[in-house]
């Protein structure tokens, strides 16, 4: 039987070691080398049996005085079972580590003679102190590790789900009101009315000349370039000999103001349309 | 040219007559480009400069000397280069050795027709020169002032494409230009044209030697028309009516450029003036004797884009100076 405490060594030397201790040892014994471990260090040992590997206590807790695990199992030339061992000690003192061992057979433990190890404090025995006294992984509190890997695995998934069903139900919104801008004839209907009334003003003129132009230009289905425009609409029949007559009243030297009933005919292509869009 | 039912007055139908066989005359030296043979005619009958940007070889030069050639004008042209000084433009005092006195020796500045080539070769202050001289139409020898001839045209020249080693004019300078017109290259079948007349030209014999013709030898050496007939055209330009709508027109849309949201800098008032008296030209030649918003809707481009700069956000977003004005004429009412 062998005992050391960490750093851990070669597992090979660990071995040889627990084989050199246990040689003096009866058949399927352990022995302690009578070194103490320190208290909340892992130590080590090997039990050699002849009955069968040993290991932990399925009942063992934080709140035991000793904790084990099996660091390794062999088998010896001569057919013996080798089991390293690592233990905690949790409490100062000496223990008999067989009182946390079972045999994998479930025979008794009684069958390998006592493996009796010290566990030492480097503290005063007064001083409050207790080996597990951290904080708990945050895996413990949400009830572990696979629990919390569940929980992110879901949030990932709900939430663009969540996402994309909003935007599915969500409705576009209502489209804004807005009132529709004055179309060329709507701008043009006032005008002709005052030009029929003789009442136009410089920037009146210039204005329904330009609107005009812009009538013309959307009544032939003219290209949005206005200088091209302005181009082909003298050209054309209708809108040529009509705007010319406008231009020869707006622009000529000493051109007259023409009578109500000359604006009236001059402008009546203007008029119609927007009666027949009125209601 | 022929506008129909806007000619009443015998004298605007000179106009269109004087502008026709200007055109013709330039014609047959130059094919195509008769928009920029009016902008020239427009330039020389209200007295305004013209910038001309085009690509090389597009006949530039060619065609200011025919124009020049078809009115009877001294013509002049001037290369523009990094080491032009401004003497070498306006002239310079030289001493005479034989009197021992200085003798003015008066520059190509003084001529009636002056072709500044790439302009924007030449340092700042030559240009500055040459831009005094279009403004005052004066120029200082030493201690004398002198008159430049009249009339006094600069058409100056730009190639929009090569910018290295050139200085850019700016803006208060570019103002002086009346109009910049933009000249493309010729279509299809004018350039096939073009072709087809180069292999007409033949030997120019000089002595025992002789050189190929070029289009320059070509230039029709007959001018239908002199300085006077351009000084009457000239009147008769004044005479063109006006209307106050007109004005307001021009007025508006050169107000629209200083309240663009897509320019950092619109139209002086010396623009409206100028779009003024170019519609006014432009009526003349077209035989009319009153201006119509045909005129100045032609003329926009060429009086208002060298007057307007984007701002950073326009330029950022792509936008050309031409939809900017084009946004402006559809808005204009």
């Known amino acids: 039987m062998s005992r050391r405490s960490c750093p851990r060594p070669h597992r090979g030397f660990s071995m040889l070691m627990g084989s050199l201790l246990m040689s003096a040892a009866a058949a399927g014994s352990s022995t302690l080398d009578g070194d103490a471990a320190t208290r909340g260090i892992t130590g080590r040992i090997v039990v050699e049996s002849e009955h069968g590997h040993v290991r932990g206590r399925p009942d063992l807790d934080l709140d035991s005085s000793i904790l084990v695990r099996v660091a390794d199992r062999d088998h010896a030339d001569d ?8 233990f905690i000690g949790v409490d100062a003192g000496v223990f008999d580590l067989r009182e946390s061992l079972v045999f994998d057979d479930g025979g008794s433990i009684d069958r390998i003679p006592p493996l009796m190890i010290e566990i030492v404090s480097n503290l005063a025995t007064d001083a409050p102190s207790d080996v597990f006294l951290a904080e708990a992984p945050p895996a413990s509190i949400v009830g572990g590790y696979r629990r919390l890997l569940f929980v992110v695995a879901v949030i990932w998934i709900l939430v663009p789900v969540a996402v994309a069903i909003r935007r599915w139900l969500r409705r576009p919104p209502p489209p804004p009101i807005v009132a529709p801008s004055p179309t060329v004839l709507d701008r043009l209907e006032p005008l002709v009315r005052r030009a029929v009334d003789r009442e136009l003003t410089v920037e009146e003129r210039g204005r329904l000349e330009l609107l005009l132009h812009a009538h013309w230009r959307g009544r032939l289905g003219l290209a949005d370039d206005p ?37 009236g005919e001059l402008l ?5 349309p927007v009666r027949e869009a009125a209601p | 040219m022929n506008d129909s039912n806007a000619t009443t007055d015998p004298s605007t139908a000179a106009g269109e007559t004087f502008a026709r066989t200007v055109s013709s005359s330039v014609a047959r030296t130059v094919v195509g480009q008769e928009v920029v043979v009016e902008r020239i005619l427009i330039a020389l009958l209200t007295g305004g400069h013209l910038l001309l940007e085009g690509v090389p070889g597009i006949a530039k030069t060619l065609l200011v000397q025919a124009v020049g050639r078809a009115i009877d004008l001294e013509f002049k042209r001037i290369q523009f280069t990094i080491d032009l000084l401004p003497s070498d433009i306006v002239g310079s005092e030289i001493l005479d050795p034989e009197s021992g006195r200085f003798r003015i020796h008066k520059g190509p500045a003084f001529t009636n027709l002056l072709l500044a080539d790439e302009i924007n070769r030449a340092s700042p202050k030559v240009q500055s020169a040459l831009l005094e001289a279009m403004q005052e139409r004066r120029v ?24 290295a080693g050139t200085f850019e004019l700016p803006e208060a300078q570019l103002d002086r230009f009346m109009l910049r017109h933009r000249l493309d290259y ?27 013709m070029s289009a320059f030898d070509a230039i029709d ?10 000084t009457q055209a000239m009147e008769r330009v004044l005479e063109v009516h006006v209307s106050d709508v007109f004005v307001r027109d021009c007025v508006e849309l050169v107000t629209l450029t200083r309240s663009h949201p897509d320019l950092e800098l619109g139209c002086s008032p010396r623009a409206a003036i100028a779009l003024v008296n170019a519609s006014r030209a432009r009526a003349f030649i077209h035989g009319r004797e009153y201006a119509i918003p045909e005129d100045f809707l032609a003329l926009a481009e060429d009086v208002v884009l060298h007057r307007i700069r984007l701002n950073y956000e326009a330029l950022a977003e792509g936008r050309r100076g031409e939809d900017v004005l084009r946004e402006i004429l559809a808005n204009l009412a």
Do not use: C, M
């Open chain 2, 140 to 163: 200082s020898i030493g201690d004398t002032t002198h008159d430049l001839p009249a009339p006094f045209l600069v058409i100056a020249t730009q190639n929009p494409v090569e910018q």
């Open chain 1, 79 to 86: 057919g013996r079972w080798i089991t390293e061992l690592e």
């Open chain 1, 268 to 272: 009546a292509p203007y008029r119609e």
């Open chain 1, 227 to 263: 200088v091209e425009a302005v181009r082909r609409i003298r050209t054309d029949p209708e809108a040529g000999r009509l705007l010319r007559r406008v231009e020869s009243w707006l622009h000529a030297p000493g051109g007259r103001t023409p009578s109500a009933a000359e604006l």
């Open chain 2, 186 to 212: 010729p279509t299809f079948d004018q350039e096939a044209e073009v072709v087809r007349r180069g292999l007409q030209l033949k030997l120019k014999r000089q002595g025992d030697g002789a050189v190929p």
């Open chain 2, 221 to 230: 050496e007959s001018s239908p028309f002199h300085i006077r007939d351009l």
